[in-house]
């Protein structure tokens, strides 16, 4: 969970963190922006901003802005009523991304936030800059966080179904809850 407060400063600062990396948005797309904290209540540590600009029955495309070190913590796309499941292509618009797929333990940019490491099971590290584009197939275990600079990317898809995306960490909750002012939660601010 968290604050109204620190939901709108996220949303803005994502904003002006795409519209430097050159894309440009309406003010509805901002407005329906997806400020995630995984209902883990720690979004500079583990959450992401994502614009959907593209939702169909067949394809999605999405801007996703993180902030320095921020992790978009460990998930699948799984399918479903004969849907194979999602098969995503990240392209990097500005920052560096390291993505991590399973294979050889090679961690070593990014950190596994403390306290999590049983969640994140994926470590051979890519490091992406802009204009690197690397496609996953539907159901491999994923999970990415932002170089020292943050990161803006797009990812265009398959059919999207965010929620029914499964995540190691049995805790996360996919949609973000947030409270009123007054609620003071745990490390809810991003900065």
Not at 47 to 59: C, M
Not at 164 to 176: A, E, G, H, L, S
């Amino acid at each position: 969970m968290i604050t109204k407060e620190v939901y709108f400063r996220a949303r803005k600062e994502a904003a002006a963190c795409i519209k430097a990396a050159g894309i440009v948005l309406s003010d509805q797309e901002i407005e329906k922006m997806d400020v995630a904290d995984f209902g883990l209540g720690n979004l500079a540590v583990e959450g992401a901003q994502i614009v959907s600009l593209i939702d169909t029955d067949k394809i999605a495309m999405r801007v996703i802005a993180l902030f320095p070190g921020q992790t978009e913590p460990e998930h699948w796309h799984t399918g479903f009523d004969g849907y194979e499941g999602k098969q995503e292509t990240l392209r990097i618009i500005s920052g560096r991304l390291y993505l991590y797929l399973p294979g050889v333990d090679t961690v070593s940019r990014g950190r596994i936030p403390k306290g999590r490491e049983q969640y994140y099971t994926s470590r051979n590290e890519h490091v992406l800059e802009p204009a690197d584009t690397i496609t996953m197939p539907p159901l491999q275990k994923h999970w990415f966080q932002a170089g020292p600079e943050g990161c803006v990317f797009y990812t265009v898809s398959t059919l999207a179904v965010d929620a029914r995306d499964p995540f190691t960490n049995p805790d996360i909750v996919r949609k973000t809850k947030v409270a009123d002012n007054d609620y003071v939660a745990n490390n809810t601010s991003y900065v």
